[in-house]
């Protein structure tokens, strides 16, 4: 009876990694609709807003902003630009995903605002070109 007591609470210690494994993650906002997840990060959270109402907002906020790249202006910054104004914005190499952008291109940019005393930046986690 011991042995079978001590196997069971083995299988029961291996098995639980694998179900935790199933909850939480990426929650694809282009997915169908059939997938359920709990937990972890989802795209439609972050709130679209402009570049005036961004530098209103508090440091470290998740926000998207719509609009277009200007130009860059150092390795992975660039201007952004929307109908109220305008910010810096970093993009790391691995965020473009393939992805070609031209100034004339509208995207949509996610991120995580970084804001100091007179300046407000963008570290973009997340590049969609706008059809």
């Given at each position: 009876m011991k042995k079978q007591a001590a196997l069971l609470a083995i299988v029961m210690l291996a098995s639980a990694p694998v179900f935790a494994a199933q909850q939480g993650g990426f929650i694809d906002p282009d997915a169908p609709k059939t997938q359920v997840q709990q937990g972890g990060f989802n795209a439609d959270s972050t709130s679209v807003v402009t570049?005036?109402?961004?530098?209103?907002?508090?440091?470290?906020?998740?926000?998207?902003?719509?609009?277009?790249?200007?130009?860059?202006?150092?390795d992975e910054d660039y201007q952004f630009r929307d109908q109220t104004g305008t910010m810096t914005v970093e993009i790391d190499h691995k965020r473009w995903n393939g992805q070609t952008v031209s100034p004339k291109d509208r995207v949509e940019l996610t991120g995580e605002l970084d804001k100091d005393f007179n300046s407000i930046e963008l570290d973009v986690k997340h590049v969609k070109k706008l059809p």
């Open positions: 570049v005036k109402q961004a530098e209103e907002m508090k440091d470290d906020s998740w926000i998207t902003v719509r609009g277009q790249l200007e130009k860059q202006t150092g």
